[in-house]
């Protein structure tokens, strides 16, 4: 068999971010800053880290400064140029690097995360691809590789999809697509093949406590198993029930990743973020950690 390597990521981000109004009410929710870095932007970086150059963005209303964040900012360059802020330029141009390409196409409506995925499915054609939800925010353990690298390393052996996974509290089931699985084999050690995904499950009929995390490595069959469903859980086109569908044609794995997920769709989990990065940042993190420690909390 020919191996396949992965070449483009998707990054669904035309959802409308009702957790986090009024701050969402005109600006993207992934273009929350996290500390100094805005949402998308890490989820870019841990897809470039893997090995991706091609980066699929499916937008929507009020999502303009996704493009621009990703589009050379002339004006702001010259200035910096003229003032010969070096660092500051090159932290400018490192967003989008030479070799990274990036393209658009939006969601008319948000009708859930699998509808925005088959949104990109003209700019994929017939290959794997990523699928990378910002709001997740995936650190890898220090020093060692990305989640998506992770995972892509995983792909680079099974040549089949992969979904991250992590144990949730029983009472949070009903935010996640939860699987069963089997046991990993000899041959896949760091893989449990997926026998059931459902999405969002109360605790009590939750064949897990395995919660599916916003990182996916997905074959092209998937397209056609979220085309022909109907709608699911809220109402919306879940990639959830597309990846249940693709599983009665091809094996799906999930990968229980090493690192930390923020949860940054949720206010508390954006604040964990913030204060978690924000301690180990190489400009602010010991200020940050005095200021920290100064404060009484009772
Ligand atoms: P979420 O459900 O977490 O995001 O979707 P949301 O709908 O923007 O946020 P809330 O729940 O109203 O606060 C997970 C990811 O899928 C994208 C979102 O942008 C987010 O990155 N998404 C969701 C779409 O691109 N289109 C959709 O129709 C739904």
Request: a negative charge.
């Amino acid at each position: 068999m020919q191996k396949v390597t992965l070449k483009k990521a998707v990054f669904p981000v035309a959802g409308l971010g009702t957790r986090f109004l009024p701050a969402t009410k005109a600006s993207p929710k992934e273009m929350l800053p996290v500390v100094d870095k805005p949402l998308i932007q890490y989820a870019v970086e841990e897809a470039y880290s893997a090995g991706i150059r091609h980066m699929i963005f499916v937008t929507g209303r009020n999502k303009r400064a996704i493009e621009d964040h990703f589009d050379t900012a002339y004006e702001l360059e010259s200035e910096l140029e003229k003032a010969e802020k070096h660092a500051l330029l090159s932290v400018l141009r490192s967003v989008q690097p030479d070799d990274m390409h990036c393209a658009f196409v939006r969601q008319p409506r948000s009708l859930g995360l699998g509808h925005a995925v088959l949104c990109a499915e003209h700019l994929i054609g017939n290959e794997p691809f990523a699928v990378l939800l910002a709001d997740d925010l995936m650190m890898g353990p220090v020093g060692g590789l990305s989640v998506l690298a992770q995972m892509a390393a995983q792909f680079e052996q099974v040549q089949q999809s992969i979904v991250a996974v992590q144990e949730v509290p029983a009472a949070h089931t009903r935010r996640y697509g939860i699987v069963a699985v089997d046991a990993a084999t000899d041959a896949y050690p760091a893989l449990m093949k997926v026998q059931k995904i459902v999405e969002k499950p109360a605790p009590d009929v939750a064949p897990s406590r395995m919660g599916v995390a916003g990182r996916y490595i997905l074959t092209p069959a998937i397209f056609e198993h979220i085309r022909n469903q109907s709608s699911g859980v809220g109402g919306e086109i879940q990639l959830t029930d597309g990846i249940a569908g693709l599983m009665r044609q091809e094996n799906v794995y999930a990968f229980q990743y090493q690192g930390k997920r923020y949860d940054c769709g949720s206010k508390e989990g954006f604040l964990e973020a913030t204060v978690e990065l924000a301690l180990q940042h190489p400009e602010i993190g010991d200020h940050f950690r005095a200021y920290l420690k100064s404060i009484k909390l009772d």
